[in-house]
């Protein structure tokens, strides 16, 4: 099967203006992803793996290298260097990013909140309602809640509904920072049980797991990731 993604030495660094100093995150990386493989980024605290994360979704613009993605229709797109309409619409249609934190309109039900991003696809009401609702019994979120703001919910069912947000929007390319952080365990064996249907389906991904067991699970290609020594800053 072809390849997804090329990551070619992919750096990321940050020039702090204010102190008018380079600070150094994550070493060039490079790995291919194939559709239904998962490449975990390992690595010590501070390392930069949410950092290159981000530097793939383009939330960071890169140091250095390239992030080749094979879009649906077959078109071959450099992440690091391709417009921000084209990122945006990429994102709108093919490539999910699924962290921890909820960040939701108040006043929209939960089900809405996680149906939203296929509405706005286009999706009919009913169709992405089901696929919500059946993302949101997945992981276990009462029904009685589902009707509620997830703006009152605690930090483990607000982060539940984000993911079951992601999961429900899917993506060919889907990016998870931390998606199992600070989840009890049948949540975190849930969203491992997601994760896995979602690689079955075809899905590609690009993970970050502090939990090694996890990692040595989900994984097909773990990247260390290290950072730059500061002397080394560019
Ligand atoms: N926007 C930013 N501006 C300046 N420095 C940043 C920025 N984002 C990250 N950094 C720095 O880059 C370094 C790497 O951070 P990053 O969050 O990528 O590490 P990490 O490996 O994901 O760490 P953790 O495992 O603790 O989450 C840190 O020293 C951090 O302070």
């Not at 490449?39 to 080749?68: D, E, F, M, N």
Request: proline fraction near 5%.
């Amino acid at each position: 099967m072809d390849t997804i993604l090329s990551v070619r030495d992919l750096g990321k660094g940050f020039y702090i203006h204010d102190r008018a100093k380079h600070v150094p995150a994550a070493m060039g990386i490079s790995f291919d992803l194939k559709p239904g493989q998962l490449t975990a980024l390992v690595g010590p605290s501070g390392a930069g793996k949410s950092s290159l994360l981000k530097a793939i979704y383009r939330t960071y613009v890169p140091s250095s290298g390239q992030v080749i993605y094979r879009t649906a229709v077959g078109d071959l797109i450099d992440l690091a260097s391709a417009p921000e309409t084209q990122i945006t619409d990429l994102r709108r249609a093919e490539i999910g990013f699924v962290t921890q934190f909820l960040h939701c309109l108040p006043r929209l039900s939960t089900l809405d909140v996680v149906a939203r991003p296929l509405l706005q696809q286009g999706v009919a009401r009913d169709a992405a309602h089901e696929k919500a609702a059946r993302m949101l019994a997945a992981l276990a979120i009462p029904e009685q809640l589902w009707d509620a703001t997830p703006a009152t919910f605690s930090g483990g069912e607000r982060q539940r509904v984000n993911i079951a947000r992601s999961f429900t929007q899917g993506g060919r390319l889907m990016l998870l920072d931390e998606p199992t952080a600070s989840l009890d365990p049948v949540a975190r064996e849930n969203v491992c049980a997601m994760i896995e249907a979602a690689k079955a389906e075809g899905a590609a991904m690009v993970g970050i797991f502090h939990d090694m067991a996890l990692a040595d699970r989900l994984a097909d290609l773990k990247i260390s990731v290290g950072r730059k020594a500061f002397e080394d800053a560019a």
